[in-house]
């Protein structure tokens, strides 16, 4: 099978079985683009997350868009792409030819609760997975923890502040510990 095809159908399979959006989405492309394909590794899959957090668009398109790039330049990319996108578009315009019977259905209206709430674990399974192979450093440790904690005040007292704020935040203290660290480093040898 040709790489092309193999890009289509492997993220037209996680678009067409995966609930969430996007970062219900991570666990699974990693563990197709990882394990099973070996597409990437796991510090390009942690690259590529933070880079499409922070890109314009949704998370998973603009993974998917990477590892088809990063596989076979444009066609690849197209090709991951599109299948990413089909298979919630088709679904997407069926419900919304039969939208008003379709939500009177009281069973349909139980599994997207149920989906809801297994929806929230992949996330945190997906984020443990993440913790777990960061560098054990104290540094990234610390920015981590930083952030949490953030989002966990802004949660609870419900300040409306946008996670790509923490985000670049983090990365202004992350190039300027970087910085620091460099000049320093220079200072001391003379240069």
């Given at each position: 099978?040709?790489?092309?095809?193999d890009?289509?159908?492997?993220?037209a399979?996680?678009?067409?079985?995966?609930?969430?959006?996007?970062?219900?989405?991570?666990?699974?492309?990693?563990?197709?683009?990882?394990?099973?394909?070996?597409?990437?590794?796991?510090?390009?899959?942690?690259?590529?997350?933070?880079?499409?957090?922070?890109?314009?668009?949704?998370?998973?398109?603009?993974?998917?868009?990477?590892?088809?790039?990063?596989?076979?330049?444009?066609?690849?990319?197209?090709?991951?792409?599109?299948?990413?996108?089909l298979?919630?578009?088709?679904?997407?315009?069926?419900?919304?030819?039969?939208l008003?019977?379709?939500?009177?259905?009281?069973?349909?209206?139980?599994?997207?609760a149920?989906?809801?709430?297994?929806v929230?674990?992949i996330?945190?399974?997906?984020?443990?997975?993440?913790?777990?192979?960061?560098?054990?450093?104290?540094?990234?440790?610390?920015?981590m923890?930083?952030?949490?904690a953030?989002?966990?005040?802004?949660?609870?007292?419900?300040?409306?502040?946008?996670?790509?704020?923490?985000?670049?935040?983090?990365a202004?203290?992350?190039?300027?510990?970087?910085?620091?660290?460099?000049?320093?480093?220079?200072?001391?040898?003379?240069?």
């Open positions: 099978m040709s790489i092309v095809l890009l289509f159908l492997t993220f399979k996680i678009g067409l079985f995966t609930f969430g959006g996007g970062y219900a989405m991570v666990a699974i492309i990693e563990d197709s683009c990882v394990r099973k394909k070996r597409w990437l590794t796991h510090d390009e899959m942690m690259d590529v997350t933070v880079i499409a957090e922070s890109t314009p668009g949704p998370i998973a398109i603009n993974c998917a868009t990477y590892v088809g790039y990063k596989q076979k330049g444009l066609a690849g990319a197209v090709a991951a792409t599109v299948g990413m996108v298979p919630s578009f088709c679904i997407i315009f069926v419900i919304s030819v039969f008003d019977d379709f939500l009177e259905i009281k069973w349909i209206a139980h599994a997207f149920g989906v809801k709430a297994a929230g674990i996330i945190l399974d997906a984020g443990l997975k993440m913790v777990r192979k960061m560098q054990n450093k104290p540094f990234p440790r610390g920015i923890i930083c952030s949490f953030a989002m966990l005040v802004i949660d609870v007292l419900a300040l409306r502040v946008s996670t790509i704020i923490l985000m670049l935040i983090a202004a203290v992350s190039l300027s510990v970087f910085l620091v660290r460099h000049w320093a480093g220079k200072e001391g040898t003379g240069r």
